[in-house]
T-cell receptor, first 112, second 113 residues
């Protein structure tokens, strides 16, 4: 299994609070991704990174920011959480070139 | 743009039945094709992949052949088990889209004993 750890695995918080999710990899892969998964919407890309300090937006980036200060860590921040951000969040990593993405176990986030 | 279409579920089969989950794609370049599986409460696992036309990916008894002439990558298994119950996602990536994954909607498979 790819060395990907997401933390926390579960979180319940209130509307308006900041939330940070962490993705940690031990594979030294260049690319890292954050997705959200919701019933009826499948997987949607939030942000991705193609190197340290290099990030870009995905299709549903509003309300989210990311940071990557080290190769192994990719943080997803909800500055002011809203109930619409209740979801399961997955991190993925990919080596360079035409390689598949490998996924973490997910974080279940509930915003009340 | 690129897209992936897979058959809607749920697909319900009896144990030991033959499985086919259809997946077709549209792409301007020469994509790689993937099947991922998600078991209940878990993350997505790469099941198999194919990188060029006529390649056959296989894993855990599942197979899929990259058919460029029909733009398809159908997932098959000869004899399913209850433990195969999961959601299956077809996806593609290509260099033109910087290897971002384009996802199908997922097909839920239910195997009854």
């Amino acid at each position: 299994d790819a060395g990907i750890t997401q933390s926390p695995r579960h979180k319940v918080t209130e509307t308006g609070t900041p939330v940070t999710l962490r993705c940690h990899q031990t594979e030294n892969h260049r690319y890292m991704y954050w997705y959200r998964q919701d019933p009826g919407h499948g997987l949607r890309l939030i942000h991705y990174s193609y190197g340290v300090k290099d990030t870009d937006k995905g299709e549903v980036s509003d309300g989210y920011s990311v940071s990557r200060s080290k190769t192994e860590d990719f943080l997803l921040t909800l500055e002011s959480a809203t109930s619409s951000q209740t979801s399961v969040y997955f991190c993925a990593i990919r080596d360079s070139g035409n390689q598949p993405q490998h996924f973490g176990d997910g974080t279940r986030l509930s915003i009340l | 743009g690129d897209s992936v279409t897979q058959m809607e579920g749920p697909v319900t089969l009896s144990e030991e039945a033959f499985l086919t989950i259809n997946c077709t794609y549209t792409a301007t370049g020469y994509p790689s094709l993937f099947w991922y599986v998600q078991y209940p409460g878990e993350g997505l696992q790469l099941l198999l992949k194919a990188t060029k036309a006529d390649d056959k990916g296989s894993n855990k008894g599942f197979e899929a052949t990259y058919r460029k002439e029909t733009t398809s990558f159908h997932l098959e298994k000869g004899s399913v088990q209850v433990s195969d119950s999961a959601v299956y996602f077809c996806a593609l990536s290509d260099r033109d889209s910087n290897y971002q994954l384009i996802w199908g909607a997922g097909t839920k498979l239910i195997i009854k004993p």
